[in-house]
């Protein structure tokens, strides 16, 4: 995607040829920083405190991780501690593992002095292939939007089509595209006309800050709204379909997201508006059926419920506190929303049933 008419990827190999880039995300939408790995240390860190996040980016940022790893020491030992290392820093999204499991394949049976350049070349590979599954979801899931547009009476592109999204699963989540915004980037590119409602997200606020400003930056027409809107848009015939993300799909059909995803899917039930949920086939955990019980859910810091960050008038970065001294917090990073309350799953391959058959009609090996 473009900023200042410059086209930009999530993470890129810098100009020295071993050093990773990524944007960090922890200054936007105020400041456009460019980040710079040079250790196994550094990319844990920044995956951590979300300098990086978005399932698939998190995954995309591990492989780098590693190829830092193969770097610094490419022995057995030092690449399964990494890996170890890498892998703890966010419980939820199954990408993660699926990147780690595919680079340590890769680096196995290859000489130590062999290591490093394989790592390069398969973390470089992997981000080639979330843009084109990414994008691939988007011409799938464009094809949902324009049905939407059609229903509504006119031709396609006749009436705005209201769409509402849940956290930030554009292309900054990703490596490009994005999962859940990639449909709506491709229909607004093909003339449809849409607004999506942008849900604040909190605690981080990632719908306010990053999809937001994906949005502003692409000219997508949107409006931020918090949390709690959704279900009176819902109620008056405001939104026309839900899309969003996912941090794991179980084999089932459950999809596991942001915090509050549920509660969206539970409103777009009870009003008969369609819930579809966009992912490439590296979040699906096809080891368990159950998401539930058997997704483990990221509890984060209480700052990040207590806390605001924003811009004063002035233009300074401040933090503030919003709960009374003394109160105790909870912070739940994500929550699942069971199959049946879902209408679609949108993958690279197509448009399918929430369902262990859905997911098998599309992904008979996986
Ligand atoms: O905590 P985050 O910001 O990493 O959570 C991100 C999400 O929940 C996204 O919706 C999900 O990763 C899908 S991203 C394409």
């Not at 080639?128 to 691939?136: G, H, K, L, P, S």
């Not at 988007?138 to 509402?164: C, F, M, P, W, Y």
Request: overall charge negative; proline content about 5%; some cysteine.
């Amino acid at each position: 995607m473009k900023i200042d008419g410059r086209p930009y990827r999530t993470i890129w190999l810098a100009d020295d040829g071993w050093s990773v880039e990524i944007i960090d995300q922890t200054r936007l939408p105020h400041d456009f920083a460019i980040a710079r790995l040079t250790t196994v240390e550094e990319a844990a860190h920044a995956i951590r405190a979300m300098l990086v996040r978005g399932a698939p980016l998190i995954g995309a940022t591990a492989a780098y991780g590693m190829a830092l790893a193969a770097r610094e020491a490419p022995d057995d030992q030092s690449l399964s501690r990494a890996s170890d290392r890498l892998l703890e820093t966010r419980p939820t999204a199954v990408n993660l593992r699926w990147a780690l499991e595919r680079m340590r394949r890769c680096l196995a049976e290859l000489a130590p002095s062999d290591r490093a350049a394989a790592a390069y070349a398969e973390a470089a590979a992997l981000c080639d292939e979330d843009v084109a599954f990414n994008e691939a979801i988007g011409t799938h899931g464009a094809g949902l939007i324009r049905q939407a547009s059609e229903k509504a009476g006119g031709r396609a592109g006749d009436r705005v089509v209201n769409v509402l999204t849940h956290c930030n699963a554009g292309w900054l989540a990703t490596v490009d595209w994005g999962t859940a915004l990639s449909p709506i980037y491709k229909a607004f590119e093909e003339g449809i006309r849409l607004h999506v409602w942008v849900d604040e997200t909190r605690p981080r606020n990632q719908g306010a800050s990053l999809t937001a400003w994906e949005l502003n930056h692409h000219g997508v027409p949107h409006t931020v709204i918090v949390d709690n809107v959704g279900g009176h848009l819902m109620q008056h015939g405001m939104v026309d379909l839900c899309i969003t993300g996912t941090d794991r799909t179980t084999a089932s059909g459950d999809v596991c997201n942001k915090i509050g995803t549920y509660l969206k899917a539970l409103a777009a039930h009870d009003n008969g508006v369609p819930f579809y949920v966009a992912l490439p086939s590296p979040t699906i955990d096809w080891t368990i059926d159950d998401g539930v019980r058997q997704i483990p859910i990221e509890q984060r810091e209480g700052s990040e419920v207590s806390a605001l960050t924003g811009r004063t008038a002035d233009g300074r970065i401040e933090t503030v506190t919003v709960t009374p001294e003394g109160s105790p917090v909870a912070n739940y990073a994500f929550d699942v929303t069971p199959a049946r309350l879902v209408t679609g799953l949108i993958t690279e391959r197509g448009v399918c049933p929430a369902s262990r058959e859905g997911l098998r009609s599309l992904f008979p090996d996986p």
